[in-house]
Structure formats: structure tokens, C-alpha cells
């Protein structure tokens, strides 16, 4: 099993930045691939960006590449989602998950392990 905390959600203005942080335990996640996905009221869950193991390969949503950075810290078992530029349409909960084999892909149902979310509002 693996748990995973996120962090770092709040309100903020249109232009502004905000860090998400997820903290992962339990199980190793050597080898595995980390992912962000968001969900806006009304709407389906979207895929936001992931990363593999070493760091050296990434995929963005086109909605926020450029604006968005995926990082992640091995040593403290942290995947970061800085979010820069941001906009009204990126409010949404925010979710961290975790792919528990190598292959970056974009569906939610690639994914084993998921977060329980942090809330990112963004006024105009």
C-alpha cells in the first residue's frame, strides 16, 4: 500500500503561484511514475502532468504546459507541482497518484494509488 498526502492548495489571484506538495509512504515507489490530476466541479477528472523515476522524462497537459512544473524528490518520497500564470479555469481539487510500474500515461485508470486532494481556487 501506498499513502499519499497532498499539500500546499489555497486561494490566490489570477497571475499568481502556488507549490503542491504530495508526501508519499508505505510501500517503495522506486521505479514508479507520479502523476497530478485535477477535477473542477461538474466536470470528469483531468490529467495535469507525471513524471518517471529518474526525473528525465515528463508529459503536460497542453492547458498548462509552460505554466506548470512537475519535480520530484526521491530522497523525501515528494512529487511537486509548481503552478505558475494561473488562471481561473485551473481551479479544481488536485489530486497526486501514483503509477506503481514504469510507462508514463495520462489515465486515471493507469494509476494504483491516489491522494485525497487539495483545493486550488484562483479568483479574477
Known amino acids: 500500500q501506498v499513502q499519499l498526502v497532498e499539500s500546499g492548495g489555497g486561494a490566490v489571484q489570477a497571475g499568481g503561484s502556488l507549490r503542491l506538495s504530495c508526501a508519499a509512504s508505505?510501500?517503495?515507489?522506486?521505479?514508479?511514475?507520479m502523476g497530478w490530476f485535477r477535477r473542477a466541479s461538474g466536470t470528469a477528472r483531468e490529467f495535469v502532468a507525471s513524471m518517471n523515476w529518474s526525473g528525465t522524462s515528463t508529459n503536460y497537459a497542453d492547458s498548462v504546459k509552460g505554466r506548470f512544473t512537475i519535480s520530484r524528490d526521491n530522497a523525501k518520497n515528494t512529487v511537486y507541482l509548481q503552478m505558475n500564470s494561473l488562471q481561473s479555469e485551473d481551479t479544481a481539487v488536485y489530486y497526486c497518484?501514483?503509477?506503481?510500474?514504469?510507462?508514463?500515461?495520462?489515465?486515471?485508470?493507469?494509476?494504483?494509488?491516489w491522494g485525497q486532494g487539495t483545493q486550488v481556487t484562483v479568483s479574477s
Open positions: 497518484a501514483a503509477k506503481m510500474r514504469t510507462g508514463l500515461v495520462t489515465q486515471a485508470w493507469g494509476y494504483d494509488y
Open positions: 508505505g510501500r517503495t515507489l522506486s521505479g514508479n511514475v
